[in-house]
Nanobody, 122 residues
Framework: QLQLVESGGGLVQPGGSLGLSCAANGFTEDTEDRYVIGWLRQAPGKEHEGVSC???????HYSDSVKGRFTISRANRKNTVDLEMDNVKPEDTAVYYC?????????????WGQGIQVTVSS
């Protein structure tokens, strides 16, 4: 059974950095060839939106709102997917979800973890 567990959220000041990690339990080399994995978020009062995604060929994708500030990476041996968030802004405040699915374009329709809170505030 595939399971995603997020960690690393919390409170960070504007302009600061925060790292999120997703443990992809049950993933194998075969799973990595079949599914993309990435991060979504939901800000207060807003709909879920895609943040970043790693395609099956390793290509990374970012939403325009985080491009140049966030970095997604995957450590296959550890079966983890990390999201490094730099120069964070108050509008990055949201519950962040790790998710996997059939394509980065449709990640919102994939399977999600429980989510973890990120708050950007001074």
């Amino acid at each position: 059974q595939l399971q995603l567990v997020e960690s690393g959220g919390g409170l960070v000041q504007p302009g600061g950095s925060l790292g999120l990690s997703c443990a992809a339990n049950g993933f194998t080399e075969d799973t990595e060839d079949r599914y993309v994995i990435g991060w979504l978020r939901q800000a207060p009062g807003k709909e879920h939106e895609g943040v970043s995604c790693i395609d099956t060929d390793g290509t990374t994708h970012y939403s325009d709102s985080v491009k140049g500030r966030f970095t997604i990476s995957r450590a296959n041996r550890k079966n983890t997917v990390d999201l490094e968030m730099d120069n964070v802004k108050p509008e990055d405040t949201a519950v962040y979800y790790c998710a996997y699915g059939s394509s980065c374009d449709t990640l919102l329709n994939g399977s999600w973890g429980q989510g973890i809170q990120v708050t950007v505030s001074s």
